[in-house]
């Protein structure tokens, strides 16, 4: 079935360094994808989305490139500021499975100052 | 503004009570969805509704049950029968043509 798989965390970045975090999936359509993000204690908030391969999503300083060779989504960002710090969590959402979106387990990311 | 009210942001209970958890949108999207979130954990679908009137065991319906009589609510009550209810309760919604996930400030429910 269809699943995401992200990097294991915690991490811990100084302030203006550079992140990856890796998302890997598998799907047997093709899945828009999407990275969400969770504050202390909220919901989760849409951070980026790609609808189709070679797409790149991009907001706030953050990107991610939809991979259909790798079938990876990374999201990047250049220079991570103490605010980034928050829990990650990319997703997909395939029409051939409902549009059930499926998350990864999440990735904790700490920036200290 | 349109978004997803949850309410109460913190629910303690007794075991052996049932318990209802409340979410209402108004942003219109037909699809609505609960998740369970443990610490360190992903999300875990406890069950959806695609239309009114209609809904869908998830991953771990167990334990629970949902009702979908208006399109804008879809409380869940977390029943006796669930052994490990404390846990983080996200609902959120959608259109049906695979659009973002819009989720609500979740309830933090502690049962002891």
Redesign the interface.
């Known amino acids: 079935g269809d699943s995401v798989t992200q990097m294991e965390g915690p991490v811990t970045l100084s302030e203006e360094a550079f992140l990856t975090i890796n998302c890997t999936y598998t799907a047997t359509g093709y899945p828009?994808l999407?990275w969400?993000v969770q504050y202390p204690?909220?919901?989760?908030?849409?951070l980026l989305?790609a609808t189709k391969a070679d797409d790149k999503g991009s907001n706030k300083g953050f990107e991610a490139t939809y991979r259909k060779e790798t079938t990876s989504f990374h999201l990047e960002k250049g220079s991570v500021q103490v605010s980034d710090s928050a829990v990650y969590?990319c997703?997909l959402?395939?029409?051939n499975t409902?549009?059930?979106?499926y998350?990864?387990?999440?990735t904790s990311l700490t920036v200290i100052p | 503004d349109g978004g997803i009210t949850q309410s109460p942001k913190y629910l303690f209970r007794k075991e052996g009570q049932n318990v209802t958890l409340s979410c209402e949108q108004n942003l219109n999207h037909d699809a609505m969805y609960w998740y369970r979130q443990d610490p360190g954990q992903g999300l875990r679908l406890i069950y959806y509704s695609q239309i009114v009137n209609d809904f869908q065991k998830g991953d771990i319906a167990e334990g629970y049950s949902v009702s979908r009589e208006k399109k804008e609510s879809f409380p869940l009550t977390v029943t006796s029968a669930q052994k490990n209810p404390t846990a983080f309760y996200l609902c959120a919604s959608s259109r049906r043509d695979g659009s973002p996930l819009h989720f609500g400030n979740g309830t933090r429910l502690t049962v002891t």
């Open positions: 828009s999407f969400y204690g909220e919901g989760l908030q849409l989305k969590f997703a959402s395939a029409s409902g549009n059930q979106f998350f990864g387990t999440g």
